[in-house]
């Protein structure tokens, strides 16, 4: 391994669901608002090759880069913390390795050795480390290791880490223990045993922590991070308190408050600037100027999940913070309006309805109603992705006049497939990183709203579907109130409605590029129209 590049491990205990995500791009931009370069990999140790074919109900979203990788949903707070577009190179899977160990065997390229976890499929980690290292060129590497340490399907990886770690200098490494205090409340009291038996679960596997991260409902009091220090052998200033927060931007000062860069420095030998919190700050003074506070509506099929919808969620917060707003996001399983029609009234108490994206027939309905809804109450409206393909349905049907249209994804026999599936689609067998995915150019049309709101006719966005509109139907459906906007060679990419007050489909996900600095323009435009209405409703 080259000798210059410090690597940084995070890994979890006790229990998923903690934040280590937001940990590892806490500590990245410690790093970069001093002029670090810090490039995050995320370690995920299920055998799939990828998150794209997991159920968002069971996995949470998935994250969609520019060069098309379908990826964990940490690399959206990657992104959103740090403003810098992530790689499908950066998350490394079992499966991903497991499949070039075996393809490598099939090519012989093992000079008929015996093929085992140690050392191939251990030096196939160690190889896409060097790789990552050697073409991003950073000061920095974050390492964040999925799951929680003692899973099974964790201990190649960590057997990877310790071999990286003996064999180079002391300073290059680093093991951040991201770990949960339970704060009982019949007792009034956090306790640390779990906290004691992960380290001592970490250390069998031959590492050893050097800063313990605790996370907690409430904050620790110094007596307890006394102890855990302790009882885990690590310094008092290397055991960091990281309670729960109203925004998890304010998490790199906390932590930053914690001297954390001193230690970050101390142990790595590492020179670090004074840091520039100018825009974090300023990001966190918005919080504080809130005119008030907005109900977006989202009905979806996902809704037991919040994290299937995350980039949706954080999209629609950095739209409604630009303009001083806060947003209660309300999240409506479609199946109710379809099993029972009338709770489609409750859409009527929201400011905006987004309908996000999602695959197969089921929810669909209720989905249709909700946008025709949206439509008949003048409700600001945004659909994503399948949000899009289902408004040009429901106008097909109840504008048009095309009864029974549908997709052919919902209905393979609708008498009106105004969506189907792409051509180049159709001889695929393979589910696994097929569709159209990653970053594509799109040409606006002049004097549109999206025009508008973008400042540009020329746009590039992310992209993660199979079925498209259909362009046999393209004059037939655009009335002189439909009009379709944005186009990518012969697909149909965006449309609005001119009597609406606004009414806007996108056929990509805006949201995976939305950050709090720069929020996404197809979500300000929903935000002001929803503010619109708001103060409107308000004043009469």
Same mark, same amino acid.
Request: glycine residues 6%.
């Given at each position: 391994m080259p000798k210059n590049t410090k690597y940084i491990f995070v890994l979890g205990s006790v229990l998923s669901g903690l934040g280590k995500g937001i940990v590892t791009s806490a500590i990245a931009k410690n790093f970069q608002v001093r002029n670090k370069k810090a490039t995050i990999v995320k370690i995920d140790p299920y055998l799939n090759i990828d998150a794209g074919t997991m159920n968002p109900m069971e996995h949470g979203e998935t994250f969609v880069t520019d060069d098309g990788g379908e990826l964990d949903e940490d690399f959206g707070h990657y992104e959103r913390?740090?403003?810098?577009?992530?790689?499908r190179k950066q998350n490394i899977t079992t499966g991903q390795i497991y499949y070039s160990v075996i393809q490598k065997e099939r090519r012989g390229e093992y000079l008929g050795k015996t093929v085992q976890v140690v050392p191939h499929v251990i030096d196939e980690i160690?190889?896409?480390?060097?790789?990552?290292?050697?073409?991003?060129?950073?000061?920095?590497?974050?390492?964040?290791?999925?799951?929680?340490?003692?899973?099974?399907?964790?201990?190649?990886?960590?057997?990877?880490?310790?071999?990286?770690?003996?064999?180079?200098?002391?300073?290059?490494?680093?093991f951040v223990l991201v770990t949960y205090v339970p704060y009982p409340r019949h007792i009034s009291e956090h306790k640390t045993k779990p906290t004691q038996h992960s380290v001592r679960e970490l250390r069998a596997s031959g590492l050893v922590p050097d800063l313990i991260i605790c996370?907690?409902?409430?904050?620790?009091?110094?007596?307890?991070?006394?102890?855990?220090?302790?009882?885990?052998?690590?310094?008092r200033e290397a055991v960091l308190d990281l309670p729960d927060l109203s925004s998890v931007f304010e998490a790199p000062q906390l932590l930053d #408050?914690? @001297?954390?860069?001193?230690?970050?420095? *101390? =142990?790595?030998?590492?020179? %670090?600037?004074?840091?520039?919190?100018? #825009?974090? @700050?300023?990001?966190?003074?918005?919080? *504080? =100027?809130?005119?008030?506070? %907005?109900?977006?509506?989202i009905p979806g099929k996902y809704t037991d999940l919040v994290d299937s919808y995350i980039s949706v969620n954080e999209a629609l917060k950095h739209a409604a913070l630009k303009f001083g707003w806060n947003v209660e996001l309300r999240h409506y399983a479609t199946e109710d309006f379809e099993s029972n029609p009338e709770n489609i009234a409750k859409l009527n108490e929201v400011d905006g309805i987004l309908v996000p994206g999602g695959f197969g027939d089921r929810g669909t309905e209720g989905k249709i109603a909700a946008i025709q809804y949206s439509r008949r109450?003048?409700?600001?409206?945004?659909?994503?992705?399948?949000?899009?393909?289902?408004?040009?349905?429901?106008?097909?049907?109840?504008?048009?006049?095309?009864?029974?249209?549908?997709?052919?994804?919902?209905?393979?026999?609708t008498p009106y497939p105004v969506v189907c599936l792409q051509e180049e689609q159709k001889d695929i067998k393979n589910k696994g990183g097929t569709m159209r995915l990653g970053s594509y150019p799109i040409t606006l049309k002049e004097g549109t709203k999206i025009a508008e709101l973008y400042g540009s006719l020329e746009i590039n966005e992310r992209h993660r579907h199979r079925y498209e509109i259909n362009e046999n139907y393209f004059n037939q459906l655009q009335d002189g109130n439909l009009i379709f906007t944005g186009f990518y060679s012969h697909l149909l990419e965006t449309l609005e409605l001119s009597n609406h007050s606004y009414f806007m489909g996108v056929q990509y996900h805006p949201e995976f590029?939305?950050?709090?600095?720069?929020?996404?323009?197809?979500?300000?435009?929903?935000?002001?129209a929803a503010i619109q209405r708001s103060t409107g409703r308000k004043s009469a």
């Open positions: 913390f740090l403003g810098e577009p992530m790689s160690l190889l896409r480390f060097k790789e990552i290292e050697e073409t991003s060129k950073s000061d920095i590497m974050m390492v964040e290791v999925g799951g929680t340490i003692g899973d099974i399907e964790s201990q190649p990886f960590l057997e990877a880490i310790r071999q990286l770690h003996m064999n180079i200098p002391e300073e290059n490494s680093l996370r907690s409902e409430v904050p620790i009091d110094t007596k307890t991070l006394q102890k855990i220090a302790f009882f885990c052998d690590v310094e #408050s914690q @001297e954390i860069s001193h230690l970050l420095s *101390k =142990k790595l030998q590492l020179s %670090l600037d004074t840091p520039d919190w100018s #825009s974090l @700050e300023s990001l966190l003074n918005q919080h *504080k =100027k809130i005119n008030g506070k %907005l109900i977006i509506g109450e003048n409700i600001p409206f945004l659909g994503i992705c399948l949000g899009f393909q289902l408004a040009v349905v429901e106008y097909a049907r109840n504008v048009i006049g095309l009864a029974g249209a549908s997709s052919t994804e919902i209905s393979e026999s590029k939305s950050t709090p600095w720069k929020p996404s323009p197809p979500y300000e435009g929903l935000i002001k």
